[in-house]
């Protein structure tokens, strides 16, 4: 017999198969150095529909050394030319904003949670009482990171973009084994931005198949196409970056959306979730009024009784209110028993046995 797949709950949310898509505003490095930003981009976050905010708890000393060899520097792409120290140092969420960001979600009615990237980080978020963890993409290789997460009984969500699917497989392993069994995976390509044909959102219901658990989506591409479209496959998370301008700059930026698009996002994955409905095999209580407009069949000219039906006389027209269109060939050749006026919607009593 199949398993059934379980729901997962964060912070009393359920999330998965049957429930509306969780939606997640990351606010990673969009803060620009500067918490008043930070709480502006959460009440934001808020005003826009999200359900939860998302941080990333890091320090330049915990994700990498100060180090100015050719490997430390990345090449290519956004961030191009940077060394690791100096993006992740511009990039971090000060570990003492902590509190107050999760204090200003939890005011604003959203979920506040966040990403570590190391033991120390998941030892500090315990002291916040996180309802969940997220382990980002480039850490889903970091399996004793995520035994260290599973540990503490919160659900996991685990980002999967670069990973092959036996690295998904490791991972997911290990948070089962170790945690509570709460895991929800999310679609990612750890592109920045991500090109629209990588995307590849077919991977949601693959993904689900395969490993028999809720997931989402985490997405960089421009604009929130993917988002809605991902929800049509079945996405029961959505996260998004969110910023108040992009032409403030910043690491993230670029692939970010703003407060007003973020709402257009909310909305359109709302509706593209009640639009999946259920398998429907009657009719729909919207379509009832037109059943009267299908075709059936009519009599089109004064018939006398004994007259043979011929397409001179009977025909399949709108409205529906005669006998289906699939009884003509039986029909034709037949007489009327009576006299029947043009414009008569037939039935079985005006024909000749």
């Not at 997220?134 to 685990?158: H, M, N, R, W, Y």
């Not at 490791?170 to 931005?193: D, E, F």
């Not at 009640?274 to 009832?288: K, N, W």
Request: aromatic share 6%; net charge negative; with cysteine.
């Amino acid at each position: 017999m199949p398993s059934v797949m379980k729901n997962v709950v964060i912070d009393g949310r359920a999330i998965g198969r049957g429930e509306p898509p969780f939606l997640v505003a990351e606010i990673s490095a969009n803060h620009l150095g500067r918490i008043d930003r930070a709480l502006s981009l959460i009440e934001a976050s808020a005003e826009a529909g999200a359900d939860a905010v998302k941080l990333q708890t890091y320090t330049a000393d915990t994700i990498t050394i100060d180090h100015d060899g050719p490997e430390f520097v990345l090449k290519g792409g956004l961030w191009g030319g940077r060394k690791l120290f100096d993006l992740y140092d511009e990039a971090h969420t000060p570990w003492e904003w902590h509190r107050a960001l999760f204090d200003k979600a939890h005011a604003c009615g959203m979920t506040a949670f966040s990403s570590p990237f190391d033991a120390s980080a998941v030892e500090f978020l315990e002291t916040l009482n996180v309802p969940a963890y997220k382990i980002a993409s480039f850490e889903i290789v970091d399996l004793p990171l995520i035994k260290c997460c599973a540990a503490t009984g919160k659900p996991l969500v685990i980002s999967t973009g670069m990973a092959s699917r036996d690295e998904i497989e490791c991972a997911v392993n290990i948070a089962l084994k170790y945690g509570s069994g709460q895991v929800i995976l999310l679609h990612c390509t750890s592109g920045y931005p991500t090109p629209l044909p990588e995307a590849d959102l077919r991977t949601i219901p693959d993904l689900a198949a395969t490993f028999d658990l809720p997931v989402g989506l985490s997405d960089h591409t421009n604009g929130f196409a993917v988002p809605v479209a991902a929800v049509a496959l079945g996405a029961v998370m959505v996260e998004k970056h969110i910023t108040m301008q992009r032409a403030d700059g910043g690491p993230d930026a670029s692939f970010s959306l703003h407060p007003d698009e973020f709402a257009v996002m909310v909305k359109a994955c709302g509706d593209a979730y009640a639009a999946l409905g259920h398998v429907r095999s009657a009719r729909a209580a919207s379509e009832e009024a037109n059943v009267a407009i299908r075709r059936s069949l009519y009599v089109i000219a004064d018939m006398k009784p004994g007259e043979t039906f011929t397409s001179s006389n009977l025909r399949s027209i709108r409205p529906g209110l005669g006998l289906p269109p699939k009884h003509l060939p039986e029909i034709l050749g037949r007489r009327a028993r009576h006299e029947i006026k043009r414009g008569t919607a037939l039935s079985w009593p005006d024909i000749e046995k």
